[in-house]
């Protein structure tokens, strides 16, 4: 079975601070995802990755940043927080693009 | 821009009742279409669809794609308490490894 896994289930924050969120895959997928989702908004893409080192942004990537330095980690980080970055983040990671395996979500709260 | 429209936005029902979910997409180089079920984490995967008029079905869960009109259905019949959740449709296009979400479908089942 895929496992995807999310370093926090969830987080509090304050404005300012740097926040990083870790996702981390066992099935050697090459590309790996970061979303964020919003009621009445859905998913939306923030940044992925096909490969290490490599990153394309997603549809709204402003206010993030990614790291990809190992094949099974891909990290969004959030280099000042602020309150509308409050969301829901999930991480996926696929082999093909059809199959995508999601982890369980951090719900970041930023005060 | 490539768009994915799911409705209704939201429906509540009664424990028994049958109901059809309806994506409905616009995205160059179509090649498959997803639909996930999210409860309270991760949304996990139901179908892929990728050609017209081929039914597939789970249980009491069945979707449908017509590739002519350029949408889908998710069918769920005798609907439980259990179905309570968020129905994400996604679709992938051919030369990308991103999906194109639509912004979900929230179902109440109430008993």
């Known amino acids: 079975d895929v496992k995807v896994t999310q370093s926090s289930r969830y987080l509090v924050k304050r404005t300012g601070e740097k926040v990083f969120l870790e996702c981390v895959q066992d099935?050697?997928?090459?590309?790996m995802f970061w979303y964020r989702q919003d009621p009445g908004l859905g998913l939306r893409l923030i940044y992925f990755?096909?490969?290490?080192?490599?990153?394309e942004k997603g549809d709204i990537p402003e206010g993030y940043s990614v790291s990809r330095e190992k094949k099974e980690r891909f990290s969004l980080i959030l280099e000042s927080a602020s309150t509308n970055q409050t969301s829901m983040y999930l991480c996926?990671?696929?082999?093909?693009?059809?199959?995508?395996?999601f982890g369980p979500g951090t719900r970041l709260t930023v005060l | 821009e490539d768009k994915v429209v799911q409705s209704p936005l939201s429906l509540v029902v009664h424990e028994g009742d049958t109901v059809t979910l309806n994506c409905s997409y616009e995205v160059t180089n179509f090649r498959s279409l997803l639909w996930y079920k999210q409860e309270k984490k991760a949304p996990t995967f139901l179908f892929m669809l990728t050609s017209s008029g081929i039914e597939k079905k789970s249980g009491r869960l069945s979707s449908i794609l017509d590739k002519k009109e350029l949408f889908s259905i998710l069918n769920i019949t005798a609907t439980q308490t259990g179905d309570s959740a968020v129905y994400l449709c996604?679709?992938?296009?051919?030369?990308?490894?991103?999906?194109?979400f639509g912004k979900g479908t929230k179902l109440t089942v109430n008993p």
């Open positions: 990755s096909y490969d290490v080192k490599m990153k």
């Open positions: 996604a679709v992938t296009q051919g030369g990308s490894e991103k999906l194109v």
């Open positions: 099935m050697d997928h090459e590309n």
């Open positions: 996926a990671s696929s082999l093909v693009p059809d199959t995508q395996y």
